[in-house]
Each structure stands twice: as C-alpha cells, then as structure tokens.
C-alpha cells in the first residue's frame, strides 16, 4: 500500500501519541513512587511536628495537599521558583526552616527540588503521616547479657578490664603505656577518689612501701574516707541539678535543699545499693515509709529550678500555671530518664521522638506519673521508730477528730436553722470587720522548730498601780496567708507582779488551745490586783511556716480606765527585732490593728451570745460527756506528738504542704494530663495513662490508670530497677568510667539515643553493667576494679606514633591528664594553706553577702570576705544560688545548676589566669598559706621545699628552689605563694 506524504505524517503522529501516552504513565508512577518513598518521609520527621494538625505553623500544612500548593510555596515544575526551596535553603550555615533544629542536608534538598522539577504530583488520597520510629535495634536497648572476656597471652592484661581494652588496642594498631609513678598514682588516685591532695607524708609513705599490695592497700583507704562522698556526690549533684535556691526570675531561696546533699554524700559513704539508691530517690516514701532516707531521697525529683511566679503568683487554672507546672513535670520526666536511663525523653514533648523509639503519649504517660507531685517543704522523722509511733498518733488523732466532727454535727442538727443561720451571720459579721493598720506590728519571738518551747514577754510599769484589767491584742499578718491572730500562742498564761516582785498567775490557758482570737481583745480581769511588772508566758507556740512563734500587737494595763503601760518598758526572752514591723517596744506603742465599726462589734457579741444559749440547749449531757471525752483524747494525743522528738525538713518531692498563695497542695490526688499537640497546653488532646517507653517492640508500657499517685512512682521505681533494665546497668557504670578516664565507654552520657555517640568498647560495657547489677550493685567495688586495672593505672606519656592513630586517646593507649575542677582547686588551695575545714553536712555556707529584697535576693559576692572561716569547708557544702553563680568557681568551669551536667567542660583561658592571681579568696589564701610555711619551717629555703611538698608532692629541683627564693626575696612570701597557685602542676593531675 502506497501513502502519501500526508498519510505518512498522519501515521507518524499517531505513533508518536502512542508512545508519548506511554511514557507519561511511567512519568505519573515513578512520580508518585518518588514522593511516597522518599518526599514524603522526608516531610514527615523534618517537617510534621510544626506543619500539621488544626494550627500548622504559618498556615503551611504537610497534611493538607491543597494548603500545601498554596501562596507560591511550591510551583510545580520549577523548583527555582518555589519558595519552599529558599526556606530550607541554608545561608551561612542557617536556613529559615526548620526553625529551631539542624538545616536539611544537600541530598535531602536536592530529593525535593528534583520532585518538585518533575511536577511535584502528591498521589490522590496520600496523607503524609508523623515519622515514628519503632525500631529497638539499636545497641542500648539490646538486652544486658555477659559477653566472654578475650583470651589474651599478654601479662599486661591481668584482668577482665584490661583484656577488653587490649583487644581494641590490638585491633586498632596501639600499644599500651607503662605504668606511671607512684606519687604520679598516689596524687591521679586520691584526687579521683577523694576530690583533694595528697599530703607529703602519705605520699612518702606510699613510695617507699615496700608491700606488693601497697596500692591496694591504698585503694581500700581512700574508698573509706569520708571524703569519698563528698567527691562523689559533687558529680551526682550536677547531674541531678542541685542547687539551694528555686532559680527562674525571682530565686527564692531554698533553706531545707542541703538535707538531700547530705543524703547523696551519705549514701555513697556507705556503699549503699544502687537499686536502693534509685528507688529512694524516685518513691522512697513508698517503697520504705518510716526511714529517712525514703523521704531524703526525694530531694532528687525537685532539685531542678523551679519556677516561683508560675506557682505561687499564678493560679493554676490559667493558662501560665498550666505551663509551669507542664514544665516543672518535664523536668521531673527528663531528670529521672536523663539520669538513671540515658535516653532524651524530653524530645517528645512536643512530638514523637524522631531518632529514637518513643512515641508522644509514653512522654506524656511519664508526666502523668508526677501529676500530683510538687516541690515543697517536707517533714520526717530520723528515727524510723519515732516515725512509726508519730504515725500511729495522727491515725488516732484523725480518729479522734472525727469523732468530735460526728458530734458537733449532732449537735448542729439538734440546733437545727436557727443555730445554722447564726452561725453563718457570725462568720459573715467577721469576715466584713475591717482592720486599721500599722507599719508597726508589733512584738514577735526569735523563730524555733518545736512548738511546745516555751517563750515570754513581759511589760515593766513605771510604778506600781491598783491594776482593774489587762487586755492583749493580736497581731495582723499576712504571712504565709495567716491573717488576723497572727502569732497569737495556742497555749498561754498571764503573771503579774507588784514591788514585792512575788508572781501571780492572772490567768491560766496552758491546759487545753485557746481559741485564736483573731483582731478581738482579749481581756483579763483583776479587782484593783497591785501591778508593777506584767508577763505573758507562751507554752504553746503558733505556726509560721514549719516552724513556731509568739507575737502580740500591744499589752495594755488599765488603771482608772487609763492605759498605764503605754510606753512601758518591754523585756523578752527573744526578738527578731527588725523594726519597724517587729520589735519589743511595738508592744507598749498603743498601735495594733484595731477593728472598726462599733455596730458590727455589738453585733457579733449578740449573736454569740444567741448562738451560746442556743448550744447550751441543744447539747445533752451525753453529747455533752462525748463531746468533753473526744477533746480529752485529742488533747492527750497532740500533747503526745508534741513530745516525740521534732522532726527534720527536706526539700522535695511533696503531695502535701503549707498553702503559698495560689501554689496548693494536690494531697496526692493526680492533677489531669493530656498529651499536647505540639506541646502547647492550649491545645490538649487524649488523656495521657501513666506509664513509661517501651524498652523493645512488645514491650508493655502503660500502667493501670486507676494507680494512686504513689503506687505509680513505686511502679516507675521499680521499672527503673528491673534487673533486665538495659538502659539503667549501662548508665551508670558509663558515669563512674568517665569520672575515671574523662570519657565515658559512651562519650554522652545522657544520651545513650541514635543522636548520642556509639560505645568504643561495648563489650567492655556490658560486662561491667553485668558485673555491677550481679556484684552487689556497690559502687565501692566497681571503682576498686577500675582502678586496680592497669589501664588506669598507665602513664600519661604522649607516644606519637599512638597519637597518630587515636589522638583523642578514645581506645585508652594512655592515661587523660586532666584540669582539676573548680571545687578541687578551691579545695585544694584550702588544704594547702592548712585552713580547710573537715566538718561535714548542715546547711549550706555563703560566699556572698545576702541582700534580701522583696522581689528577688541579691547574692553580693563582691561585699564576700573570704577570710571568714564559716566558708573554709570543702566547696560541696557551699549555698548554690542559680541566678548568680559564683563568679570565681564559673571562671573554672564549674557546673550551671540549672541544667543536668553530665560531664563537666574543661577549658583554658586567660581569665583563669587572672582569677587565680588575683581573686580576693585567693590573695587570703595566699596569706595564710605563708603564715603555715612560716609555723612549719625556719628561713626561705626550707620554707620553699615545704610549699612544693604541699603542692605538688615532691621535692623542688634545684633551679626550681633557686629561683623562688629569689622571688621570694625580691617579692616577698605571700606573693610567691600566690604564684605558686598558678603553677600548672597544681592545678593538673597526670
């Protein structure tokens, strides 16, 4: 068949057609292909947890394909042009989007641009979905089992540790070191123990012992020192957050923190268990109620900042109390699984976790964990007898209580709508009374623990008068929210004495609690009694706040209608006396707060005595006897909880505590908990049910949500404690290896995730967290295996042809030099100079002047005079206040308390230099280490040697000696000594 021209082109269009419909059907689905396996995960772990749900960030939604094509910010077909490419399109190494997070890669830019280039199809119906990832196989979460110990020829390797780490040496292509010195050993081994020098004569003792076990025998006797936990605890503390004050805006101060440093000082001091040392500090009220340390170790749940203006100033149903108690949880949730489990928990806050398996909800299921806790004030008692009895008291008590309670009610029914009506016109009539004030309060006592101490005041007269009454007025307050009555004792008696100086009780309230009179006078009658000296004895204290008082507003002794004592003269067994508001003289200055308005006053008597006579009808004789017996066993059992030894306070974790404005205690009841999407507490959504992350795939992760507030933390406790616990065993073997080496097995240690690093000898690891979860879980025994190792006990040396290999010494070829910490230093130039003081525990020491203020406190360590010997203690028992840490100790790299400082920085700068010329602490030191060379040593030369024995603990060289007398000379011995705490050699340990 012949075809024209025409025919042919006709033909060869048809072809064309055909082929082209083709390829575009190969084009549509290696285009869908395209976004739904590589576009669309990329979307959703960079880029869903800002631009998806009901409020995407910007109106830009990953979910929406419509509002995704919107405003231009993808044109298909041309990536240049589409201004999502400028956003995630990195400028100097920062690009717009994802704010707040690591730019988009250039092959995860390229992925987009190139879909976008080929039309950017979405598939209809595909909805991009939150990336989540469920995949355990990631070496932390494998299952702990003991991995065989290499078999090795070489001496060098004595033992399991040393095998590990000769086989990567081997591996890798290094040697190991010699061992270094023994006073390089002794100094490397006390400092890592013990937090301070040795002196000169342990150091020659330990050199010239001739007993092969003469380091061993040095292990055991620093592992006993009490200055073990002192050294310690200082690395738990960063990691746990501790400081003495609340941190955030205002500061507050925290007075009753250093109880749990003492608990962490304690417990490594005693070796105890780490499972019990986690589990006090996660639910010891629980899981060992009537000890102290179970309420002790409590502290760690609230030694983070606090946020005081979020609490107490803000109620809790607003919407900045909801976000700071969301994130007083969030620093409860990150700095238990930060601490005991090494996992970034705290990412999920705000969505699904994206390296690691751990979803929103199991973040959220830990908050609701400690949704009834808060950070307060907390009570207990040392002796777990005393706290056995003390409990068994308030259960009678509340018996007691509540059987009065049933016969009041009784006797409320009896009385029925009339001595209802009374009685709720009494409470209104004395609600409405107004008060007039004054800037001067009044009397008020010295402030005491106990509440049965007995405290007086007492009113001298000008002369004897023929007194007819004398009346007491309450003091106003409103402190800790107490108001009217302020002060007033529970328990009382009122003497008088004329010229003869013989005393009469007037009056005799010492048998059973006055009722608080609020701003009502209290008046005592006498028949014209001869009066020269009057004295109110208090033998029941009010409350001020965990603690008790005695306050009055004004004595008035009336004499022919005439107040006498105006202007008297005041005498007290104590006073704060911090004018004007209290002090003694306020008592005799005719100013209380003083209720007006006469016809209320006539008012309120009328109805009492109705509602007397009403309650005098009423009550029968039975009701009458149960109601006297009641009060009779209530006052036996207050008089009895009364005489059990006071008890001790803590900050910590609390469901019960004195009321602060709008900061209130839950008592134990869980507060709700919803999972918020994008972590805003505006936007709620599920309920979260308590519960923890998921340690494998089908693991179960949710508690019972029917749990109380206690039977979950005990829960989460023992979790945390479970012998199959991968994570647990793993961390903290991983921090006591680091405070050894300088580097963890795991060089991030509270972030064992995919972000953290991979362990260098994983093998090595397990077997120490085996050993130690099967060993006893003591912490003395896994140091002494650490530094009995040859490992540890290498030379620092540089070896070049290792460092060539493993410059960062990461495979442990050598020993790490390190920089002493701040605390070290200071503590070590307090050893030296022979000022330190041992005395351990008890509130916190200042190195600054406190300036309180009504706002905030003021930490002035300018106004600091270091040579003040209250602050000559190790730097552990120092006050730690977070808003002005202590400039010299920061200059050094001390830790910030307001986050968790796993491992300390560890730098060298010029400033360093300066503070420890020229610091104030150091030029007092500087004159007191002289005035010990001085006592210790006669003339300059020896006085040189002394000072480098002390220092460095060795002998001085001969050019050494020379050329520091010389100093010495020209600048005299408390300058040499200042130079001298620069030297290098101090301030480093090889």
Same mark, same amino acid.
């Given at each position: 068949?012949?075809?024209?021209?025409?025919?042919?082109?006709?033909?060869?269009?048809?072809?064309?057609?055909?082929?082209?419909?083709?390829?575009?059907?190969?084009?549509?689905?290696?285009?869908?292909?395209?976004?739904?396996?590589?576009?669309?995960?990329?979307?959703? %772990?960079?880029?869903?947890?800002?631009?998806?749900?009901?409020?995407?960030?910007?109106?830009?939604?990953?979910?929406?394909?419509?509002?995704?094509?919107?405003?231009?910010?993808?044109?298909?077909?041309?990536?240049?042009?589409?201004?999502?490419?400028?956003?995630?399109?990195?400028?100097?190494?920062?690009?717009?989007?994802?704010?707040?997070?690591?730019?988009?890669?250039?092959?995860?830019?390229?992925? $987009?641009?190139?879909?976008?280039?080929?039309?950017?199809?979405?598939?209809?119906?595909?909805?991009?979905?939150? *990336?989540?990832? !469920?995949?355990?196989?990631?070496?932390?979460?494998?299952?702990?089992?003991?991995?065989?110990?290499?078999?090795?020829?070489?001496?060098?390797?004595?033992?399991?540790?040393?095998?590990?780490?000769?086989?990567?040496?081997?591996?890798?292509?290094?040697?190991?070191?010699?061992?270094?010195?023994?006073?390089?050993? $002794?100094?490397?081994?006390?400092?890592?123990?013990?937090?301070?020098?040795?002196?000169?004569?342990?150091?020659?003792?330990?050199?010239?012992?001739?007993?092969?076990?003469?380091?061993?025998?040095?292990?055991?006797?620093?592992?006993?020192?009490?200055?073990?936990?002192?050294?310690?605890?200082?690395?738990?503390?960063?990691?746990?957050?501790?400081?003495?004050?609340?941190?955030?805006?205002?500061?507050?101060?925290?007075?009753?923190?250093?109880?749990?440093?003492?608990?962490?000082?304690?417990?490594?001091?005693?070796?105890?268990?780490?499972?019990?040392?986690?589990?006090?500090?996660?639910?010891?009220?629980?899981?060992?109620?009537?000890?102290?340390?179970?309420?002790?170790?409590?502290?760690?749940?609230?030694?983070?900042?606090?946020?005081?203006?979020?609490?107490?100033?803000?109620?809790?149903?607003?919407?900045?109390?909801?976000?700071?108690?969301?994130?007083?949880?969030?620093?409860?949730?990150?700095?238990?699984?930060?601490?005991?489990?090494?996992?970034?928990?705290?990412?999920?806050?705000?969505?699904?976790?994206?390296?690691?398996?751990?979803?929103? %909800?199991?973040?959220?299921?830990?908050?609701?964990?400690?949704?009834?806790?808060?950070?307060?004030?907390?009570?207990?008692?040392?002796?777990?007898?005393?706290?056995?009895?003390?409990?068994?008291?308030?259960?009678?008590?509340?018996?007691?209580?509540? $059987?009065?309670?049933?016969? !009041?009610?009784?006797?409320?029914?009896?009385?029925?709508? %009339?001595?209802?009506?009374?009685?709720?016109?009494? *409470?209104?009539?004395?609600?409405?009374?107004?008060?007039?004030?004054?800037?001067?309060?009044?009397?008020?006592?010295?402030?005491?623990?106990?509440?049965?101490?007995?405290?007086?005041?007492?009113?001298?007269?000008?002369?004897?008068?023929?007194?007819?009454?004398?009346?007491?007025?309450?003091?106003?307050?409103?402190?800790? &929210?107490?108001?009217?009555?302020?002060?007033?004792?529970?328990?009382?008696?009122?003497?008088?004495?004329?010229?003869?100086?013989?005393?009469?009780?007037?009056?005799?309230?010492?048998?059973?609690?006055?009722?608080?009179?609020?701003?009502?006078?209290?008046?005592?009658?006498?028949?014209?009694?001869?009066?020269?000296?009057?004295?109110?004895?208090?033998?029941?204290?009010?409350?001020?706040?965990?603690?008790?008082?005695?306050?009055?507003?004004?004595?008035?002794?009336?004499?022919?209608?005439?107040?006498?004592?105006?202007?008297?003269?005041?005498?007290?067994?104590?006073?704060?006396?911090?004018?004007?508001?209290?002090?003694?003289?306020?008592?005799?200055?005719?100013?209380?707060?003083?209720?007006?308005?006469?016809?209320?006053?006539?008012?309120?008597?009328?109805?009492?005595?109705?509602?007397?006579?009403?309650?005098?009808?009423?009550?029968?004789?039975?009701?009458?006897?149960?109601?006297?017996?009641?009060?009779?066993?209530?006052?036996?059992?207050?008089?009895?909880?009364? *005489?059990?030894?006071?008890?001790?306070?803590?900050?910590?974790?609390?469901?019960?505590?004195?009321?602060?404005?709008?900061?209130?205690?839950?008592?134990?009841?869980?507060?709700?908990?919803?999972?918020?999407?994008?972590?805003?507490?505006?936007?709620?959504?599920?309920?979260?049910?308590?519960?923890?992350?998921?340690?494998?795939?089908?693991?179960?992760?949710?508690?019972?949500?029917?749990?109380?507030?206690?039977?979950?933390?005990?829960?989460?406790?023992?979790?945390?404690?479970?012998?199959?616990?991968?994570?647990?065993?793993?961390?903290?073997?991983?921090?006591?290896?680091?405070?050894?080496?300088?580097?963890?097995?795991?060089?991030?240690?509270?972030?064992?995730?995919?972000?953290?690093?991979?362990?260098?000898?994983?093998?090595?690891?397990?077997?120490?967290?085996?050993?130690?979860?099967?060993?006893?879980?003591?912490?003395?025994?896994?140091?002494?295996?650490?530094?009995?190792?040859?490992?540890?006990?290498?030379?620092?040396?540089?070896?070049?042809?290792?460092?060539?290999?493993?410059?960062?010494?990461?495979?442990?070829?050598?020993?790490?030099?390190?920089?002493?910490?701040?605390?070290?230093?200071?503590?070590?130039?307090?050893?030296?100079?022979?000022?330190?003081?041992?005395?351990?525990?008890?509130?916190?020491?200042?190195?600054?002047?406190?300036?309180?203020?009504?706002?905030?406190?003021?930490?002035?360590?300018?106004?600091?005079?270091?040579?003040?010997?209250?602050?000559?203690?190790?730097?552990?028992?120092?006050?730690?206040?977070?808003?002005?840490?202590?400039?010299?100790?920061?200059?050094?790299?001390?830790?910030?308390?307001?986050?968790?400082?796993?491992?300390?920085?560890?730098?060298?700068?010029?400033?360093?230099?300066?503070?420890?010329?020229?610091?104030?602490?150091?030029?007092?030191?500087?004159?007191?280490?002289?005035?010990?060379?001085? &006592?210790?040593?006669?003339?300059?030369?020896?006085?040189?040697?002394?000072?480098?024995?002390?220092?460095?603990?060795?002998?001085?060289?001969?050019?050494?000696?020379?050329?520091?007398?010389?100093?010495?000379?020209?600048?005299?011995?408390?300058?040499?000594?200042?130079?001298?705490?620069?030297?290098?050699?101090?301030?480093?340990?090889?």
């Amino acid at each position: 068949m012949l075809l024209t021209e025409s025919g042919r082109n006709t033909t060869r269009l048809i072809l064309w057609a055909a082929v082209g419909l083709a390829f575009a059907g190969a084009q549509t689905v290696a285009a869908d292909e395209m976004f739904e396996k590589h576009v669309a995960p990329l979307l959703a %772990q960079r880029c869903f947890s800002c631009h998806a749900g009901d409020s995407p960030e910007g109106g830009f939604s990953i979910e929406d394909s419509a509002a995704f094509f919107a405003d231009g910010y993808i044109e298909p077909g041309d990536s240049a042009a589409s201004h999502l490419i400028e956003l995630i399109t990195p400028v100097d190494g920062k690009a717009a989007m994802p704010k707040d997070a690591d730019p988009l890669s250039a092959a995860e830019i390229a992925t $987009i641009a190139s879909w976008i280039d080929a039309g950017a199809r979405w598939p209809e119906g595909f909805v991009v979905e939150e *990336a989540l990832v !469920d995949d355990f196989d990631w070496w932390s979460f494998q299952p702990l089992s003991r991995p065989p110990v290499p078999e090795l020829n070489d001496p060098w390797a004595k033992d399991p540790i040393d095998r590990f780490v000769l086989e990567k040496l081997n591996q890798k292509g290094l040697t190991y070191s010699p061992p270094a010195d023994r006073r390089t050993l $002794i100094r490397r081994l006390t400092y890592d123990l013990t937090g301070l020098p040795p002196t000169p004569a342990e150091v020659a003792d330990f050199v010239a012992d001739p007993d092969p076990k003469a380091y061993e025998k040095l292990v055991d006797r620093l592992l006993e020192s009490k200055h073990y936990g002192e050294r310690w605890a200082r690395h738990w503390l960063d990691v746990a957050k501790y400081a003495d004050s609340n941190g955030y805006d205002k500061d507050k101060l925290r007075p009753n923190a250093w109880p749990y440093r003492d608990y962490v000082i304690r417990s490594f001091n005693e070796d105890k268990p780490y499972a019990r040392f986690v589990q006090e500090q996660i639910a010891g009220d629980v899981l060992f109620p009537g000890t102290a340390d179970g309420t002790l170790g409590l502290g760690f749940i609230a030694a983070g900042p606090w946020d005081f203006i979020g609490h107490v100033e803000v109620s809790e149903a607003k919407l900045d109390g909801k976000v700071a108690r969301n994130l007083d949880r969030d620093d409860m949730v990150s700095g238990a699984l930060n601490t005991f489990c090494s996992v970034t928990v705290q990412c999920a806050r705000c969505h699904n976790h994206k390296f690691d398996p751990i979803t929103q %909800q199991q973040y959220y299921g830990l908050q609701a964990i400690f949704a009834a806790v808060d950070r307060a004030d907390r009570k207990f008692d040392l002796d777990p007898q005393v706290a056995e009895k003390r409990e068994q008291l308030n259960a009678q008590l509340e018996a007691s209580d509540a $059987i009065l309670k049933t016969i !009041d009610d009784q006797i409320a029914t009896a009385g029925g709508k %009339q001595l209802a009506d009374l009685t709720t016109r009494l *409470a209104k009539l004395n609600k409405s009374l107004k008060a007039v004030e004054f800037p001067e309060y009044g009397y008020h006592s010295a402030i005491v623990a106990a509440q049965d101490s007995n405290k007086w005041v007492e009113v001298e007269l000008k002369g004897e008068v023929a007194a007819s009454r004398i009346v007491l007025h309450a003091c106003k307050d409103n402190y800790n &929210n107490i108001g009217a009555g302020f002060g007033f004792p529970l328990r009382f008696k009122v003497e008088v004495a004329g010229d003869g100086g013989n005393w009469t009780t007037v009056s005799d309230a010492t048998a059973d609690d006055f009722a608080n009179p609020g701003l009502m006078p209290v008046e005592i009658l006498l028949d014209d009694q001869l009066v020269r000296r009057v004295r109110v004895t208090a033998t029941r204290l009010a409350e001020r706040k965990d603690d008790f008082i005695f306050a009055l507003a004004e004595l008035q002794v009336f004499a022919a209608e005439q107040n006498v004592a105006l202007g008297a003269t005041v005498h007290s067994l104590d006073s704060i006396e911090a004018p004007p508001r209290w002090r003694r003289q306020n008592l005799t200055d005719d100013k209380w707060p003083q209720v007006g308005e006469p016809d209320t006053k006539r008012r309120i008597t009328e109805a009492t005595n109705q509602r007397d006579a009403i309650l005098a009808t009423v009550t029968t004789p039975d009701m009458a006897q149960r109601r006297d017996e009641a009060k009779r066993k209530i006052a036996e059992t207050e008089a009895a909880i009364a *005489a059990l030894p006071p008890q001790q306070t803590v900050y910590a974790a609390a469901t019960n505590f004195t009321r602060q404005g709008n900061f209130k205690p839950t008592g134990g009841k869980p507060r709700e908990v919803f999972v918020l999407h994008r972590g805003e507490v505006s936007l709620p959504g599920d309920p979260a049910i308590p519960g923890v992350i998921p340690l494998s795939g089908d693991a179960q992760w949710q508690f019972d949500a029917t749990l109380n507030e206690s039977e979950r933390r005990a829960q989460l406790a023992q979790w945390l404690t479970d012998r199959e616990h991968p994570l647990v065993w793993r961390s903290i073997v991983n921090r006591i290896w680091q405070y050894h080496f300088g580097q963890g097995i795991v060089a991030t240690p509270n972030d064992f995730g995919r972000m953290g690093a991979e362990p260098t000898h994983p093998e090595l690891l397990d077997w120490l967290a085996v050993e130690f979860r099967d060993g006893g879980q003591s912490m003395k025994s896994l140091h002494r295996m650490i530094v009995n190792s040859n490992v540890y006990i290498q030379s620092s040396a540089e070896n070049a042809a290792n460092a060539a290999i493993d410059g960062s010494n990461q495979f442990l070829w050598r020993s790490n030099r390190r920089r002493l910490s701040a605390e070290e230093v200071r503590d070590s130039i307090l050893s030296v100079s022979g000022t330190l003081d041992p005395t351990m525990g008890g509130p916190g020491y200042y190195l600054f002047e406190l300036e309180k203020t009504a706002h905030s406190p003021h930490f002035q360590y300018h106004k600091f005079d270091p040579a003040d010997k209250r602050s000559h203690r190790r730097s552990i028992y120092r006050f730690i206040a977070r808003s002005q840490p202590n400039p010299f100790l920061t200059t050094l790299d001390c830790a910030d308390s307001s986050q968790s400082t796993p491992r300390r920085n560890e730098t060298l700068t010029s400033l360093q230099a300066l503070s420890l010329m020229n610091n104030k602490f150091n030029l007092v030191m500087a004159e007191a280490f002289a005035r010990r060379l001085q &006592n210790e040593r006669d003339g300059l030369p020896e006085q040189v040697d002394r000072a480098i024995q002390l220092l460095v603990q060795r002998p001085a060289t001969a050019e050494e000696r020379d050329d520091l007398i010389a100093y010495a000379n020209a600048y005299g011995l408390e300058n040499l000594c200042r130079f001298l705490f620069n030297l290098s050699e101090f301030v480093f340990v090889d």
